[in-house]
Structures are given as C-alpha cells and as structure tokens.
C-alpha cells in the first residue's frame, strides 16, 4: 500500500512543489491551503503523515497538530517553518510534532524525514501491546541469573537476622537497591533506612554525619546534633564506597560493628546503637588490605556475609526483562507511550558491555526515550559508548585490556601475583596495564 502524505501550506506554489516532489518519489499527496481544510480531509484521505506550516491564516500548525493528537492518534505531523526561532521549535515538538523543519527544506531532508516516521510508525505497528499492571516499584531486582537467584535467597535468610553484610560488585550494579531490600524484608522495616555515600565525605564531615557532635567540636558547631547512627535506631546503616575510608575513621568504625559503641565528635561519654550496619564497595578491598590501607579486623567483621553483584555484562539475558521494567518506569515518569524496544536495538543492548551496569542501561533508555518519535525504540535511536554523567569509556583495545586486567585482579581477590599468573604475564605487566606501582593504588581505579 502507497504511503499518504497529506500537505497543508497557506503557499499555493509551496504546496506545489511539495507535492511534485513527494509523488515523484512514490508517495500518495493530497494538500491543503488552510489548517481547516486538512481537518476535514483527514478522515476521508487517511494520511499517514501530515507536513504543515507552522504559520497560517486562521488555525494555526501547532493548533493543527494539537487536534490531530486529540482525534486522528496514529497519525504523525511534521511542522515547517520560515521562522527559525527558539520558541516555535520548542512550541513545535512539546506539541507532539515528530520533526521541526525550517523552509527553505531541502527536498533530501524533508524525505529522509518522512521515511524515518514511516519507519517508526512500522516499529509500532510490530510492537507487542504494553504490559498491563503497575511498574515494578523503584529499587525491585530484577533478574533470573542463577547468581542474582542465590542473592534473592540470601536476602530472606538475612531477613531473619540482624547479621552485618559486605556486598561487592561493580558501579551501577544495584548494591544500595540490594541493602534497601535486606531492610524491607526484615522485621525492623519500619525503622529508618540511611545510606551514606562514605567517598563523598571528608573523614571529619563522615564522622560528624554518622555519630554526632557535642556543642563546641569544631569551628561551627553551634549545637549539638545527632549522628545518624543514633537516628537509624533499629534501622540500617549503609555504608556505600567503604573501600574509600581511611584508616583511622575504620579504626572509629570498628567500634561501632564490633561494640556497638560509638562517640560523638568531641563527646566524652559513649552512647550505643542498635542499626545494622551493611557495608558495600566495588574496590578489590584484600588487595587494600594487603596494601595496609584497609583494616583487616574491620573487613572480617564486616564480611560476616558477603553478597557479590555480578555485572550486566556477565547476565546478558536479563537484558530483556530489565527493559521491560525500565521501560514501564520512564513511561510512568514521562508520560510516554514508549511500549518496547525493536529486535535490533536488543540485541545492541545485549551486545553491549555495559561499564556502567544496570544504571547505565536506564539512563540509555531516557536518552532513547527523548530521541524517539513514536512508540518503539529502534536501533537509530540508542546511543551507546559513554558512562552515565557524561565522562566517556575508553573503547581502545589498551582500554579493554585494563578492564580486564582489573575483573581478574578482583577475581584473585587483589592479589597481583595470582592475577599475573591467570594472565599469563609478568607482574610488572600487570602494574603497568593498571597503571599503578602495587595493589592498594588499583584499588581506587574503575570508579
């Protein structure tokens, strides 16, 4: 069936050579000299696409364009202008418009145009209706990996006690979304859940932040106040990036999991707490241990249980699902009918090493989200190569070497020897791959 183009342009000579042009290429044109007089042909002609001028007498494009949305839905408007300003652009595709074109247009670039909406339309029309339900709540896991069953399991058994956990894995993972579902499910669910991101924090402010301060501890101090130990009461402690903190605050640390004791900056008199302390990290810490700058009685009383998050990249086939979930959320979010993503744009997606995990998936998804049109994400519309937050992955083969490099080392638990030995290379090979003299200072690479 020929694709119909209906044209509205107040320009009678405009609209001519439009629809030359168009039917010269094997479209089906009508076209309209008013915004009212494209309305009424709608129904009768059925048009695919609708490319209006933005300025007319009478209705104007965006009017025309909001009554199409209301009442012709499947049917996508491109708007032309002369006026190549901010304002109409902006009116233009919050509107609803699949493209803004400013005249004179370029016969290529109005063609390429129309074949991309065509195209998007074809990906909708294949696309399986939106899963009925609500969204996964913010923070589910998501996944039917063997590992992230066995982590599903462990969560229960620490449901039932208050036992300190070590969760490790990559960036973007899911260790906070995992410590917030070991609270959830415990019988202290009801108190509160803090998480503090320890690398974002001076020793003095992470001191200050997690066990108070006494009226007078420092320049500034005008008041006592409450660390968040105190305030979690029965609730969880989260410790994210716990790898980052410097000995002498693990020393203060180690009181608190080990005694449940603690002081409050320049306070003389202990006070006890009673939160469960969850520590999680994406650093290699036996290799900071063995480097002196991590505690080890801090790290075995942290370790009590251990859960290890394997990366994207390691459960592909979860990919899927994760969109699935991901996808329902940003519909929530925007208000977008975005239903799926094509067959080729996932097995991108599967393909893909994800360096930055399960967040990086979803802010992939957003970007997609804001170049699509219609209602299916195609492959044209991934944009796939930089880290969330804009800093970019290095795709170099030295950089895929260095990556490695550092999932082995984590493997042989910080041990670059060991590493050496699986790589089949020296150990000055492996120091130099990470670009570091010894073990401690990898530790703080792949952040």
Request: one cysteine or more; proline letters at 4%.
């Amino acid at each position: 069936m020929t694709d119909r183009i209906l044209i509205v342009d107040d320009d009678a000579d405009a609209l001519e050579v439009y629809r030359t042009r168009l039917e010269h290429t094997g479209y089906e044109v009508e076209a309209a000299e008013s915004a009212e007089d494209a309305l009424a042909r709608v129904a009768r002609f059925s048009p695919a696409v609708i490319l209006t001028d933005f300025r007319m007498p009478g209705m104007s494009g965006i009017e025309l364009l909001e009554r199409i949305r209301s009442d012709a839905q499947g049917v996508d408007v491109i708007v032309m202008t002369g006026h190549q300003d901010m304002e109409s652009a902006v009116a233009a595709m919050k509107a609803g418009a699949f493209d803004y074109i400013v005249k004179p247009v370029e016969v290529g670039v109005l063609i390429d145009v129309i074949t991309r909406c065509l195209h998007e339309q074809r990906l909708a029309e294949a696309a399986p209706p939106v899963p009925e339900g609500e969204p996964p709540p913010r923070g589910s896991l998501i996944g039917r990996d063997p590992r992230m069953v066995e982590i599903y399991k462990t969560i229960g058994m620490l449901a039932r006690n208050r036992a300190t956990v070590l969760i490790r894995g990559e960036t973007g993972t899911g260790k906070e979304v995992i410590a917030r579902a070991i609270h959830e499910h415990s019988a202290h669910a009801e108190e509160p859940f803090i998480a503090v991101n320890c690398s974002a924090l001076t020793d003095t402010l992470l001191e200050s932040e997690l066990f108070g301060h006494v009226k007078g501890a420092f320049t500034g101090a005008a008041f006592s106040r409450k660390g968040y130990f105190e305030l979690a009461g029965g609730g969880t402690i989260f410790l994210d990036e716990i790898g980052d903190t410097s000995p002498e605050f693990q020393t203060k640390l180690l009181r608190v999991v080990q005694d449940r004791e603690f002081y409050p900056v320049g306070g003389e008199a202990a006070r006890r707490t009673e939160a469960r302390v969850i520590a999680a990290t994406h650093q290699p810490i036996e290799g900071l241990v063995a480097a002196g700058r991590f505690r080890e009685d801090l790290y075995f009383r942290l370790r009590v249980v251990e859960i290890r998050v394997p990366p994207l990249r390691e459960r592909t086939d979860d990919i899927p699902r994760l969109v699935e979930m991901l996808l329902a959320r940003i519909r929530e979010a925007t208000g977008r009918d975005i239903r799926s993503v094509s067959d080729e744009a996932m097995e991108r997606l599967r393909a893909y090493p994800w360096p930055g995990n399960v967040r990086e998936l979803e802010n992939a998804l957003m970007r997609a989200v804001v170049r699509v049109r219609g209602s299916v994400i195609g492959a044209e519309h991934l944009s796939l190569g930089a880290v969330a937050g804009g800093t970019g992955e290095d795709l170099t083969l030295a950089g895929a070497v260095r990556r490695h490099v550092r999932r082995v080392l984590e493997r042989m638990g910080g041990d670059e020897a060991a590493a050496a030995r699986a790589l089949g290379v020296g150990l000055e090979e492996v120091r130099e791959h990470l670009g570091t003299d010894g073990a401690g200072d990898e530790a703080s690479g792949g952040r």
